[in-house]
């Protein structure tokens, strides 16, 4: 009864997720849809603005959470420093002129911004240039900070290959990052002058600076990450090297080793024959001496005994 009811389970579950598999896709593309809807009902001019100083308050509220994220990879936050730049402290002002611009003003920039159909994909666009995993990551890390914690580098030095190689930047991930900047920088400079005020024009100018930032943020990854491969490069060649010497010489001592073997070969069988050749000669210079010493006794002895007689 207990494996009947596991494997009713489990065939309810598969069946959901098949489901779900079929379902997701037009459940993301119905809510895409939904979205341009409402954003289109906000942009119209007859529509009460104050539903457009909440889109607008959201849309800096999105770009001010990217730039959050960025600021927690050290090399950036180490650039931004360098460069004396503040997004947030930007972004957060121009939150702040929304809460209290006036609806005329809110009504010059909606007509402003209608002009630019794609502006409220800026902070989405930028925020999906961070690869999922290091996304997760720098979530991880902003988490922590705002929780009281206090994030420490992986290394030593600001540029760490780790955020370098896990961000995964590429020059296309460049490419789109401009892309957004210069249309919103398109869109700040569309800001009319004489109809606004300079306080007006702050948060413009906040989200062209946010589309800047995305971009240096992604070149200094991209730059880490080639350091970081041209370092593993030269340790790849420098291993190679290595091995052909030590190849080299092992080779020479091989080589080494099999030349005084044959020297010492030919060596011994020379003084082989050498004394080969000496063991003759004494013995043919011992034979030579035995025959006249063998004479001259023959010869003693016969005169010896002529004698006698």
Excluded at 166 to 185: C, P
Aim: aromatic share 6%.
């Amino acid at each position: 009864m207990s494996y009947l009811r596991r494997s009713l389970v489990s065939l309810v579950i598969l069946a959901c997720l098949t489901q779900l598999a079929f379902v997701t896709p037009a459940l993301a593309q119905r809510a895409k849809a939904s979205g341009q809807e409402r954003l289109s009902r906000v942009m119209d001019p007859t529509t009460d603005v104050e539903e457009f100083r909440q889109e607008y308050t959201n849309y800096m509220s999105e770009l001010e959470h990217v730039m959050e994220l960025f600021s927690e990879i050290p090399a950036v936050r180490k650039r931004l420093m360098e460069n004396g730049s503040n997004p947030l402290q930007t972004l957060g002002e121009a939150k702040l002129w929304i809460v209290s611009a006036s609806p005329e003003d809110l009504r010059l920039v909606r007509a402003t911004y209608a002009k630019f159909p794609g502006w409220r994909d800026a902070p989405q666009g930028l925020n999906a240039l961070i690869k999922p995993e290091f996304h997760r990551e720098l979530e991880f890390r902003l988490t922590k900070k705002k929780g009281g914690g206090e994030f420490v580098p992986l290394a030593a030095t600001a540029d760490n290959c780790a955020d370098g190689i896990s961000a995964g930047v590429t020059n296309t991930d460049i490419s789109i990052a401009k892309a957004f900047e210069l249309g919103l920088t398109a869109v700040m400079e569309g800001f009319p002058t004489d109809a606004l005020t300079i306080a007006a024009r702050i948060a413009p100018i906040a989200a062209a600076a946010a589309a800047q930032i995305a971009t240096l943020t992604l070149e200094t990854l991209k730059g880490i990450k080639d350091d970081c491969n041209g370092d593993s490069f030269e340790q790849a060649i420098q291993s190679q090297v290595t091995s052909s010497t030590t190849s080299i010489l092992n080779k020479v001592d091989a080589a080494k080793t099999t030349i005084v073997d044959k020297v010492d070969a030919v060596k011994t069988t020379i003084v082989d024959k050498v004394e080969a050749a000496k063991n003759t000669i004494a013995a043919k210079v011992d034979a030579n001496a035995i025959t006249p010493m063998t004479t001259l006794d023959a010869i003693r002895t016969k005169s010896l005994a002529g004698q006698g007689r």
